[in-house]
């Protein structure tokens, strides 16, 4: 029996245990901190574990004071030390700061995880009333504490940065990236703080950066120029989705765009006197229809409007033909009308149900017949 007293496990008192553990987190925060302190060992972590582990099988279990312990070091850490540093900077340097921040939280919560694994086993799987795992409470820390008073200023300063590019400035991707990817991690597996906190805001302030260019534009470029600059638009638009913005954001991103680049301009361009869709089929510009039908076409309702157009213009073209022609050349001239404009049809609008349907051939018929009915 004196043996069996002899070989049980010494008790460790709770403060006598914590100062031990304490050390080993004074060393990993000083690293995190860039200040001159040797890596950890196996042999040290391991010490830790033991510690952990001992306080919590032992005969005065310690689990649950050291599981609040746990969470008071990050909070401690995060209210002493990151925030402070967060504050004091703007802008990029702030972005900068945010990342580097978001990074050593991620480590300091990998590293302390290790340390207290035990808790996890011990206390949070075997617990009656369900409590947050050691990650979920290292997560949580950070986006009480940090995440709900940054977001708003760092969502003010990455939208700064994506009008500086759009205006042609270069700026740093990886770091508005970095910073995005913060918003989706916050999300706790969800994306519900990237699209409530950062994409939402972003794509009102699209709409109204692309309503501005389109009233400038409009009144500075002709009808191709203008459709060229809305092509380059969206194809930087679509790069910045791959760059960094998430891949969710693209199609909202894009409808934004051509609602105010083409939807709300569709008369203003497609109809003007000199440089609009009738002027191009006048001058024979395929390149500027093709691009045309192709940035309409994911906008049923106005590519509606652009296939009335050309059936507008052949209608008036097959009239005048019409009232030149005599009796002897108006089938043939009719004919020739149908092959000339059939090549858009092909080549400019890739046969598609709209433009076919209004096709020369349709259209010389319904005019040859007026015309020997008459």
Known sequence: ??????????????????????????????????????????????????IIYDMCVQRSDYSQQLYEKYRKVIEDYTIQTVLPS??????????????????NHKIMVKWLSKFFVYIDRHLVRRSKIPIPSLDEVGLTCFLDLVYCEMQSTAKEAVIALIHKEREGE??????????????VENGMGTLEKYEEDFESFMLQDTASYYSRKASRWTEEDSCPDYMIKVEECLKMERERVTHYLHSITEPKLVEKIQNELL?????????????????????????????????????????GRVADLFKKHITEEGNALIKQADDTTTNQLLIELHNKFIVYVIECFQNHTLFYKVRVLFMCVSLFQQYYIE
Request: proline share 4%; charged share 35%.
């Open 1 to 50: 029996m004196d043996s069996r007293r002899m070989s049980r496990p010494r008790q460790i008192k709770f403060e006598e245990g914590w100062s031990n553990i304490q050390k080993g987190i004074t060393k990993l925060i000083r690293i995190l901190e860039g200040e001159p302190e040797p890596t950890f060992y196996f042999s040290e972590c391991f010490k830790l574990y033991t």
């Open 86 to 103: 967060l504050r004091e900077k703007h802008d990029e340097d702030m972005l900068r700061e945010l990342v580097k921040r978001w990074n």
């Open 170 to 183: 270069q700026i740093d991707r990886a770091l508005v990236k970095n910073v995005l990817d913060i918003y």
């Open 263 to 303: 939807v709300m301009v569709t008369k203003n361009r497609l109809e003007n006197e000199h440089s609009g869709f009738s002027a191009l089929l006048r001058d024979d510009k395929k390149n500027d229809l093709s691009r045309i039908y192709s940035l309409y076409l994911p906008i049923p309702k106005r590519l």
